[in-house]
């Protein structure tokens, strides 16, 4: 079973940039595609990035498309989100988790995935 642990979050300013880590440790992560979702007080848990088994193929939310990034190291077991021009509509905790299955292309439905992270918190100052 893996575990992961998601680092990176703080509080900044609008406009400002944060880079998120996905630390994984259990089994190797290389096989499986990875989600990144965020859920805002009040708010159901929304799908934000997801990245492919190998790293060649990345989705995004609309809302976040152009201003965040995802990517992988698979030789670290770690996968990020860079989320650069960030507006306090992005305030949120976000978590990592991976897919159910191996060898997929990463699903912006949170039931596709197996093994959550606990969260770390984001905050954006107007």
């Known amino acids: 079973q893996v575990q992961l642990v998601e680092s990176g979050g703080g509080l900044v300013q609008a406009g400002g940039s944060l ?23 009040g ?42 021009n960030l507006r306090p509509e992005d305030t949120a905790v976000y978590y990592c988790a991976e897919d159910r299955l191996q060898f997929r292309s990463g699903s912006d439905s949170s039931r596709d995935y197996a093994y959550w992270g606990r969260g770390t918190q984001v905050t954006v100052s107007s």
């Open 19 to 41: 880079r998120l880590s996905c630390a994984a440790s259990g089994h190797p992560i290389s096989n499986y595609a990875i989600g990144w979702f965020r859920q805002a007080p």
């Open 43 to 84: 708010n159901e848990r929304e799908f934000v990035a997801a990245i492919n088994w190998s790293g060649g193929r990345a989705t995004y939310a609309d809302v976040v498309m152009g201003r965040f990034t995802i990517a992988r190291a698979n030789a670290r077991n770690t996968v990020y989100l860079q989320m650069s």
